[in-house]
């Protein structure tokens, strides 16, 4: 925000090599400015959306993270676990490379509010693929045909989430495959790690000296880049976001998963904390992605209304004469119905309502004090 006060473009000021040595000085400026700020109080709160008659819940969870079974972590799960009791996480899925060892400390914890789940990020010929629910490790997993016959095998109700698919350094090749059936939105490990270095510091020391990481997300535009390819995918077919934060805690003074596991969340609407609600609501799509950093996102509702049923993201609605579409959010922000990457309705408020006139592929961002906080994933119009 102060960036912008000084009207700097810091997007267009870090592409360049000049822009990036500037970086370090202007966001340490940031920092003194803001560091008084209070941090952010994380805590279970509910938030219940009913649908066909059926109460659902809005789960709040870390969708990718590593322990020290992958190869780039040492991490033990007691830190892994006092983060997410932090951060306020409903459920959280360990997801290590290549390796399917965290199985051991699936379940619940903290008095059965915080469920632990066991996936497996495979580094495959097309990139990294996250698959939940996918059973047993699977040795043979570079070609991804190969390695999805074998999961639907052994586990048919599996899920493939392309991880952080517009990375630099570790971009997915084919988020567009039938075999995929979402990606994440944001990262924010290759947000941190595609940085150039100066900036790279600097996220070190916010990461490490600021409460709630508040100022992280300042640093952070839009995942321009990201949203296109789902939009472009969601059009064609059903199609799931997540976000994460893919916590390693490699330093621990600067990234401990009790500073980085609460700043990007998915969120997930399912009958019930349990292993089968969480997988189904993330199969059916009814999810969204929150940078909880800037204020908890719960209370936050997408849906859709046609011939008085209501339906949420990752379902269709035919075109009909009382079709519409509604965003809620749980305090005042800036909400957007975007269909194919244009904003049809814009509203600073709690509430936004649009009479959808066409087809098309609906989805709802939200900025809250001018900064990105909330992308759902997508309602189809036909
Ligand atoms: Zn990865
Ligand atoms: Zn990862």
């Given at each position: ?52 008659g ?21 991490s ?49 010929n ?15 997993y ?7 016959e074998?999961?639907?095998?052994q ?14 350094k ?29 900036e ?37 077919r ?34 019930s ?23 908890d ?25 009382d ?45 809250l ?14």
């Open positions: 925000m102060i960036l912008h006060f000084f009207n700097v473009n810091y997007e267009k000021l870090k592409r360049s090599t000049r822009g990036c040595v500037m970086i370090a000085p202007l966001s340490l400026l940031l920092v003194l400015a803001v560091s008084s700020c209070a941090g952010f109080a994380y805590d279970r709160t509910t938030h219940e959306i009913v649908i066909g059926e109460t659902l819940h809005d789960f709040k969870g870390a969708t990718h993270v590593h322990s020290k079974y992958s190869h780039d972590s040492t033990e799960f007691d830190d892994i676990l006092a983060g997410a009791i932090h951060g306020g996480l409903d459920f959280i899925f360990i997801t290590d490379h290549n390796n399917g060892e965290s199985k051991e400390w699936e379940g619940f914890y903290d008095d059965e509010r915080l469920l632990v789940l066991s996936g497996i990020e495979y580094s495959t097309w990139g990294h693929l996250l698959i939940y629910n996918g059973g047993d490790f699977v040795p043979d570079r070609d991804v045909p190969t390695l999805i074998t999961v639907r095998a586990s048919p109700e599996y899920l493939a989430i392309a991880a952080h698919p517009s990375s630099s570790k971009p997915f090749d084919h988020p567009e495959s039938e075999l995929i059936d979402g990606m994440e939105i944001i990262n924010l490990s290759t947000l941190f790690y595609d940085a150039c270095i100066p790279m510091i600097l996220n070190a020391l916010l990461l490490g000296g600021i409460p709630g990481n508040l100022l992280l997300q300042t640093l952070y535009d839009k995942p321009k880049k990201n949203l296109a390819m789902f939009d472009a995918i969601g059009e064609e059903a199609f799931i976001a997540t976000g994460s934060t893919d916590a390693h805690g490699r330093f621990p003074l600067v990234d401990s998963y009790s500073k980085t596991l609460p700043t990007i969340t998915t969120h997930v609407f399912a009958r904390l349990s292993p089968e609600s969480i997988y189904e609501a993330m199969r059916r799509g009814r999810t969204y992605v929150a940078l909880d950093a800037s204020d996102a719960k209370g936050f509702e997408f849906y859709g209304r046609s011939r008085g049923s209501k339906l949420l993201p990752g379902e269709e609605i035919d075109l009909a004469e079709a519409e579409l509604i965003a809620r959010t749980p305090v005042i922000a800036s909400i957007r119905l975007v269909e194919s990457g244009r904003v049809v309705k814009k509203v600073d408020g709690r509430f936004l309502k649009f009479e959808a006139v066409d087809p098309g592929f609906y989805r709802v961002e939200v900025n004090r001018g900064r990105p906080w909330i992308y759902s994933s997508g309602i189809r119009i036909n």
